[in-house]
């Protein structure tokens, strides 16, 4: 009788600390090491997780979403982005089991800054996460009327003129800045993504990493000073709305065994092959009345030079919406 009193001492013991720890520090306790982009604890419950990623359910500003060139608003006051581009940058490749995330180094001499274009603040690149498919005609967050491309390179950046970290900035207003960048198969491919993709070979696993010395920080972004721009959120738990997306209008160019190289990787640290990385996106989020504005302006510009409806170029506006 004495062993099976303590037996149920010890777990309600258990559970109330498993509860404490759980209350004390949010979705870090649990939940941040089980989410998943499938199944019950996919996107469509992320908002019942945990307390702390109620936005991932009620937000009215969530991120991604589908954009449709012809609501896009012309605004003349955008101005082009400064980038503060190092000759290369470095950091740590990052398995997360959902997807690949290389965490910038922020020396003095290699850091990555944004500022200018919609943004009133400076911001530094903490992160650089790579979103992609199984299948080459899927795998971006946001679309373009409807249409998804091959991958996207999410460039994560945090208001270093307010807050003294990413981890600081990431629930606070004005805090992060996330430049997107779509990924097509095509020539000539780019060398910053190659070298992810290179490395990515060794880390096979969730929660394997390896170190990366020389990506060449200018081939992350596409020829191009025009893009879209628009107010949202986080697109993983907790889904915090405090990103300003700025998405340029061109793409990179990717190889396919640069993808199947990525399609290897692992959700966890058993080889079944059916839990891979791959198709770590979240679906399309409504747009809820928010002004999704550009700076390209059409008028007196050649369509089949700026305004073509292709993936491979620009995106067409609505001359109606002008600003």
Not at 2 to 27: E, K
């Amino acid at each position: 009788m004495d062993a099976f009193l303590t037996f149920g001492v010890s777990l309600v013991f258990i559970f109330l600390s498993l509860r404490t720890t759980n209350q004390s520090s949010g979705s870090d306790a649990l939940w941040s090491r089980w989410w998943t982009y499938t199944g019950q604890a996919g996107p469509r419950f992320w908002g019942n997780l945990s307390p702390d990623w109620s936005l991932c359910a009620t937000g009215k500003y969530q991120s991604p979403i589908d954009i449709k060139p012809r609501a896009l608003l012309f605004d003349p006051s955008l101005r082009r982005l400064t980038l503060e581009i190092p000759i290369t940058i470095h950091g740590t490749l990052v398995n997360t089991g959902r997807d690949v995330t290389l965490v910038v180094d922020e020396s003095s001499y290699s850091s990555l800054n944004i500022s200018d274009g919609p943004l009133m603040y400076h911001y530094r690149v903490a992160q650089i996460k790579l979103h992609f498919g199984s299948e080459d005609d899927h795998g971006s967050e946001h679309t373009i009327e409807g249409t998804p491309f091959s991958a996207e390179i999410q460039l994560v950046a945090y208001n270093t003129d307010i807050y003294s970290s990413f981890r600081e900035a990431l629930q606070a207003p004005y805090g992060i800045a996330i430049v997107s960048v779509f990924a097509e198969i095509g020539q000539p491919v780019n060398e910053a993504f190659k070298t992810m993709a290179t490395f990515a070979q060794r880390i096979l696993w969730k929660g394997q990493s390896t170190r990366v010395e020389t990506i060449p920080a200018k081939a992350l972004f596409p020829n191009t000073n025009y893009y879209v721009t628009y107010e949202g959120s986080l697109t993983q738990p907790g889904c915090y709305e405090t990103v300003t997306w700025v998405i340029f209008n061109k793409p990179i160019y990717i190889s396919k065994d640069m993808l199947t190289s990525l399609r290897r990787l692992q959700q966890g640290i058993n080889d079944d092959p059916s839990n891979t990385v791959a198709n770590n996106n979240r679906p399309i989020m409504p747009i809820n009345n928010r002004v999704i504005r550009t700076n390209i302006n059409h008028q007196g510009t050649s369509t089949s030079n700026i305004c073509g409806m292709t993936r491979y170029t620009f995106y067409q506006i609505n001359p109606s919406l002008d600003v």
